[in-house]
């Protein structure tokens, strides 16, 4: 069974492009979280999704940022005009349910960078 | 809301050496605890976890037990390897369980 997917592993953009990155969560997940992690700090949350609907997005940026999970193919973090303070990892994490007691596994992680 | 308060790091040790992780919460209710590992360049991993007080997870020798009287989830190991050199974060659901809430992490560094 394979475990989350994150690509690109590596995202290098210029100040102002955009950047897209792709979950594809465990097979039979249909609950995808976003977290961001700064240099040397813990995850922080960002999006919390369901097939087609955001439940709560509570966490990230009111501008620039967006995030979907369409009912066909994975989910998408985009990031419009990005800036360099965006520079972070990206983690995108799945679980079957959204109880308490749901284990969420983890992606290894895009990296973006923003020069 | 819900949260944690990780030990501070760094943390060295030699090989075979006894660890601890300090790791106490705040939470509404009994949530499940659970504690992540990170190697470097990927991505969490978890660790252990426990659903309910006095339950104790285990996993590649680490053990944690969910302590419900002093609001802790300590992680422990009795003999560490080079190979456990990682960052370990604790974490909990927040109140109403649409993410994780994490620690800052505590880096673990094992001399050989």
Known sequence: ?????????????????????????MKGHSHVYWYRQLPEEGLKFMVYLQKENIIDESGMPKERFSAEFPKEGPSILRIQQVVRGDSAAYFCASSPGGGHTDTQYFGPGTRLTVL | GN??????????????????????????????????????????????????????????GFEATYRKETTSFHLEKGSVQVSDSAVYFCALPSYNNNDMRFGAGTRLTVKP
């Open chain 2, 3 to 60: 949260s944690v308060t990780q030990m501070e790091g760094p943390v060295t040790l030699s090989e075979e050496a006894f660890l601890t992780i300090n790791c106490t919460y705040t939470a509404t209710g009994y949530p499940s605890l659970f504690w992540y590992v990170q190697y470097p360049g990927e991505g969490l991993q978890l660790l252990l976890k426990a659903t309910k007080a006095d339950d104790k997870g285990s996993n590649k």
């Open chain 1, 1 to 25: 069974n394979a475990g989350v997917m994150q690509n690109p592993r590596h995202l290098v953009r210029r100040r102002g492009q955009e950047a897209r990155l792709r979950c594809s969560p």
